[in-house]
């Protein structure tokens, strides 16, 4: 069985950043608690990392940002890669609360474009992931001008707009949204076009649409992770046969890999290297010596 690691793959300038962030926050702020609001990007790896730094978080299933302020009323506020809508900015300030904003420049460039459409009156179609933060802050914006697209269905049943300004989530699927642009085009073919998926994302997704002859895709990154489970969509798509997101060298199953001639393996955006890492190196080994055992996994070593 041949194993390879698909280039690029893994963490992304947005998520580096906002990790750095974090960490400097420890430092400058010994004495004050701080705490994250919601994951600091989607990993669990790196929110339980940061904990060693004492950095805590809150996140609540379908709870926005703005209500999950409620339960932090001292100390230091982190803000996610995902973005932050102004409401929530202002909200913090007035607790007193000192705002450490880690929203990655290409979620900030997209929020501004979008700010400046509806300043020039566009209704604006705004393609994204219901309950996503990044999807969230840019809603709050404003709720009567901009709609949620989060399928092809929802474009059909939109009413006609004069002025119409379409973007999107930075880590949609390029497939999907492609064919969401095009239902777009066909209603409103006055639509002013913002395709944007971030680099990031996008260089990631095209190295899955050149792969050839793989019979197994293992990628590495969090069930919540909205850029890792679209790599496993692109990659279903592309007609790779078995595609499988896991967390870390201990979810792979063991049993089908004696079927695979080819093996590859990705990551979101958000995954620490050390864990895809010890995905490849197990996957060696396995080749090797088929009784290796699998590594456990040292939170030390994730940032
Ligand atoms: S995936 Fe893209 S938008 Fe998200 S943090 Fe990384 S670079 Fe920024």
Redesign the pocket.
């Known amino acids: 069985m041949e194993v390879f690691k698909v280039i690029p793959s893994g963490?992304?300038?947005?998520?580096v950043?906002?990790i750095n962030l974090a960490k400097k926050a420890a430092l400058d702020y010994p004495d004050k608690k701080i705490t994250m609001l919601g994951m600091i990007?989607h990993n669990r790896y790196v929110v339980e990392a940061l904990k060693h730094y004492y950095i805590d978080f809150i996140e609540q299933p379908k709870t926005t940002r703005l209500k999950l302020l409620d339960q932090i009323n001292e100390g230091v506020v982190i803000f996610t890669?995902?973005g932050v809508c102004d409401e929530v900015i202002n909200k913090a300030q007035s607790k007193g609360l000192i705002c450490i904003n880690a929203s990655?420049?290409?979620?900030i460039k997209t929020q501004t474009l979008i700010k400046e459409a509806i300043a020039d009156n566009y209704n604006i179609l705004y393609i994204g992931k219901q309950f996503h933060p990044?999807s969230e802050a840019v809603t709050f914006i404003d709720s009567e001008k901009i709609n949620l697209i989060t399928s092809v269905k929802d474009v059909d049943p939109l009413p006609s707009f004069e002025k119409v300004f379409v973007s999107n989530q930075?880590?949609m699927s390029i497939l999907e949204i492609s064919e969401i642009l095009e239902a777009i085009r066909k209603k409103y073919p006055h639509a002013v076009i913002h395709e944007e998926v971030?680099?990031?994302?996008r260089i990631r997704q095209e190295a899955i649409l050149k792969l050839e002859n793989v019979d197994c895709l293992f990628v590495v990154g969090d069930p919540h992770s909205n850029?890792s489970n679209k790599l496993k969509d692109i990659a279903l798509k592309h007609g790779i046969p078995h595609v499988e997101l896991i967390e870390n060298v201990q979810d792979i199953n063991i049993a089908p890999l004696k079927n695979y001639n080819r093996v590859a393996v990705t990551a979101?955006?958000?995954t620490p290297t050390y864990l895809t890492d010890q995905v490849v190196e197990w996957l060696k080994s396995y080749c090797i010596d088929p009784n290796t055992e699998k590594p456990s996994i040292n939170i030390h070593k994730i940032l």
């Open positions: 963490y992304c300038k947005g998520v950043n906002a990007v890669a995902h990655c420049g290409d979620v990044e930075t880590t971030c680099n990031a994302t850029n979101g955006a958000s």
